[in-house]
């Protein structure tokens, strides 16, 4: 008879991140001599009425986004979802994606279970004494966690990672062949730049717009839907060279890469998190081979700039994202040049693959105490 090993993924929305499906379906194919039990549990904020499969937990209670006091005070009902759900299904792994569903599982988590922090992001506030008491909240938590899975290699220096079993997982794409050839690329004279993905951070994106919005060599287009979609495109009203194509599958996101010229990555980097996190962005744009441009005086930043693999600019300033792309127009071979570094350097990364495999060395040695 094979053995059982059962994993709990909990999520703080609905539906899960792309990432905890990307890792529960990882943790099967690795652990297939065994019977595997993946179940997930994740809070439907918006209170839609959704039909979800057998192995899916949803607790459903209104809780918008940008309320924190709300959030907070309903946390404590999903808390308690939270708890029953582990007496029902009882699993070996306990998986808490963010700092938050890490709080909440360290508290009803049993000795006998593996509490795994998801590390996605790390505790970011804009006020400086909140941000102190997230992190106190975290390490609470860390007291009663067996593993830390650092979402970027840039947030490993932040704690005291000799104190923990530890991995980098980074969120790379999972190796495919490329199905597009090298003449079906944009083949225009216009620089194409694209935005791929959750439409938000509304002041960066007004940057972009207006920074291009005089320039007939340009073309700007946002793939994707947000909560910023709609503000964004009243702002866009009337510019010619923007173009906005709304919702993608991530399956067609290789199309999108292989259309553009360059991909807008340039966060908010006034943001704690934003300062040390490594973005999908970074790593898809390697793998496509399209140069992405990124926010200075971020740790990705630093590295884009030291290994000459993208472009790094002020977000908040419209001007030097008007002079960034200036410069790449009249010197078209900066491209070139970047792509070669990017080729290079992309085979010294390791793939997802490879990283999940030192991720699961780390577990079996738990699963196996």
């Known amino acids: 008879m094979r053995q059982i090993i ?3 993924i909990i999520d703080s929305a609905y539906p899960i991140n792309t990432r905890n499906i990307k890792i529960a379906n990882s943790l099967c194919k690795h652990y297939s001599d065994r019977e595997v039990q993946m179940i997930f549990c994740a809070w439907n904020r918006e209170d839609k009425n959704i039909t979800s499969p057998n192995n899916y937990y949803i607790y459903k209670k209104y809780s918008p986004g940008g309320q924190l006091l709300r959030k907070l005070f309903n946390l404590f009902g999903y808390f308690r979802y939270l708890k029953k759900c582990n007496k029902c299904v009882s699993p070996d792994v306990i998986v808490a994606s963010h700092w938050d569903m890490l709080f909440l599982s360290s508290i009803f988590k049993k000795k006998s279970q593996i509490l795994i922090y998801e590390n996605l992001d790390i505790p970011s506030a804009d006020s400086s004494v909140l941000l102190t008491v997230l992190k106190i909240v975290e390490r609470f938590a860390l007291r009663n966690t067996d593993m830390i899975v650092f979402a970027s290699r840039f947030y490993k220096s932040l704690y005291r990672s000799e104190k923990y079993v530890h991995s980098i997982l980074e969120n790379k794409p999972l190796l495919s062949a490329s199905h597009i050839s090298e003449h079906e690329r944009n083949a225009t004279r216009k620089i194409n730049i694209s935005y791929i993905g959750g439409v938000r951070y ?9 920074a291009v919005k005089d320039n007939s060599d340009v073309n700007l287009f946002f793939h994707g839907e947000g909560h910023d979609l709609k503000a964004l495109e009243k702002y866009s009203e009337g510019i010619d060279n923007v173009y906005f194509t709304g919702r993608y599958e991530y399956d067609k996101i290789e199309y999108l890469y292989y259309n553009s010229d360059i991909v807008w990555a340039a966060y908010p980097n006034k943001d704690y998190n934003v300062k040390y996190a490594i973005s999908n962005k970074f790593h898809e744009s390697l793998h496509y081979n399209v140069p992405c441009i990124f926010s200075e005086k971020t740790s990705l930043g630093d590295l884009v700039l030291r290994k000459e693999i993208g472009f790094v600019v002020d977000p908040y300033s419209v001007e030097k994202i008007r002079e960034l792309l200036g410069r790449i127009l009249e010197e078209r071979e900066v ?16 793939d997802w693959e490879s990283q999940f495999q030192d991720f699961t060395i780390e577990l079996n040695k738990l699963i196996d105490k």
């Not at 509304?202 to 207006?210: D, Q, T």
């Not at 491209?335 to 390791?350: A, D, G």
Request: hydrophobic share 45%; aromatic share 10%; net charge positive.
């Open 6 to 8: 059962r994993f709990l």
């Open 202 to 210: 509304l002041e960066i994106l007004k940057n972009l717009v207006s």
């Open 335 to 350: 491209l070139s040049l970047v792509k070669y570094k990017m080729q290079e350097y992309v085979v010294t990364e390791k």
